[in-house]
């Protein structure tokens, strides 16, 4: 018997405006309200609500037998609160089939474990706390902003009171072993990891499209019986990727939401086969060994590290000067600068900021509304300058300075190679 495991991330960023050194000091609206309305907007109607009619079709024409699981970032949450209520509504409807799951993550979509783990902490509680309230679930599983994973952050998470924990079936770590088994961390003997079948997750997510892939056109008979191929030499196939695959990675016009229309169909058709939410499939399997993981992986770009977010000196300065902030800030009591603080960690600031522009640049240049990294970073830096001014008015202390020259990144990015 092998159980399928379809996981979506759903998120997109509060983005910044091209917030420059002259409203430092005298504004304090650092973000693109008009371009963040406008990508909620145009991807709800691309992906978000018809994804979601769909599989609200499939699980009852199935009756029961199609499930999904999700995890909503909380600044997505906060915009379709925002920008587009129906989609919110529409997850909601998800919810009450009973065959959906939500996942937990960091709120804000951060990398606050590598920088603060209290932080990552209090995010961690204020997104189990959101989808208590919205969903009615009380989250069991974990999955870290972009797969983040290594076994410091499996025992910490383990801590925290979770079952599973979602990440990257990254070849360089599982060597001769399958992702398609669960596994235990080797420092968190009561937590079982569920790893995504890359292969498999990339021919959806990536390879769909591309007519010149070997596979392509992709049908639904055909993916069903490389699932099928497994019976007997896996316990489950984890497909991991972003929604916006449906409808805004992979246009309607490929023939996606058809594919998905009558994948349940074809899958089910093998009598060893389901479909299981993580949890379930957590449940139903026993951990056939551990995974001993010291270096931290995630599902980014080829090297599936840290690179895409802390590969340069600008990210890592950027990061450094951000985390800095947070015990100043969270001794004034401000909910509005710790709001503020808190979508600056969001991650996509640090992604945008990537100088890999090879292999992976149409990826980091995706939903960026930069015209380079660096123009990114002038941005971002600007921004934590006026947040420092803003800590000193309300702790009524000297003002605090950011030394880098803003303007002129140089000093930083000189000799970046990637």
């Known amino acids: 018997m092998v159980s399928v495991c379809f996981y ?37 109607k691309k992906c978000y609500l018809p994804m979601n009619h769909l599989l609200l079709d499939l699980i009852k024409k199935h009756h029961g037998k199609f499930k999904v699981s999700f995890s909503l970032s909380g600044s997505i949450i906060e915009q379709f609160q925002r920008y587009k209520p129906e989609v919110l509504e529409s997850f909601q409807e998800l919810a009450k089939t009973g065959c959906v799951e939500f996942l937990a993550e960091t709120y804000n979509h951060s990398l606050s474990y590598l920088f603060s783990k209290d932080e990552f902490k209090e995010q961690v509680e204020l997104h189990q706390k959101t989808i208590k309230d919205l969903f009615g679930q009380e989250p069991c599983v974990f999955r870290n902003t972009e797969l983040i994973y290594n076994n410091e952050l499996a025992h910490f998470v383990q801590d925290l009171g979770f079952k599973g924990i979602v990440a990257e079936g990254a070849d360089h770590i599982l060597g001769w072993r399958s992702p398609n088994f669960v596994y235990t961390p080797k420092t ?32 639904s008979p055909k993916f069903a019986q490389w699932v099928s191929s497994v019976n007997g030499n896996g316990q489950v196939i984890n497909l991991f990727m972003d929604y916006e695959t449906f409808g805004e990675h992979q246009w309607e016009d490929t023939g996606i939401f058809e594919f998905m229309r009558h994948l349940p169909d074809d899958i089910l058709r093998h009598p060893d086969n389901d479909f299981k939410t993580v949890s379930e499939v957590i449940d139903s399997y026993p951990s056939v060994g551990e995974l001993d993981i010291h270096n931290f992986i995630s599902w980014a770009d080829v090297e599936r590290d840290l690179s895409a977010w802390l590969g340069n000196r600008i990210q890592n300065y950027a990061a450094k000067e951000l985390y800095n902030f947070e015990q100043a800030i969270k001794g004034l009591d401000n909910n509005a600068l710790l709001e503020d603080w808190r979508r600056l960690t969001t991650s996509d600031h640090l992604y945008y900021m990537c100088t890999k522009w090879f292999n992976d640049g149409d990826v980091h240049k995706y939903f960026n509304p930069y015209n380079s990294p660096y123009e990114g970073f002038i941005a971002f830096m600007n921004v934590l300058n006026d947040i420092a001014i803003r800590i000193a008015h309300l702790s009524h202390g000297e003002e605090l300075q950011i030394t880098v020259p803003v303007e002129n990144p140089s000093s930083l990015v000189k000799g970046v190679t990637g």
């Open 8 to 44: 979506f991330q759903v998120h997109q960023p509060f983005r910044l405006k091209k917030y420059s050194v002259f409203e430092i000091g005298k504004s304090s609206d650092y973000f693109d309200h008009k371009k963040n309305k406008e990508i909620i907007e145009k991807v709800a």
């Open 188 to 219: 968190a003997p009561r937590l079982k990891l569920l790893l995504k079948n890359y292969k498999l997750s990339d021919d959806i997510a990536f390879r769909f499209g591309n007519r010149t892939w070997e596979e392509y056109p992709l049908h």
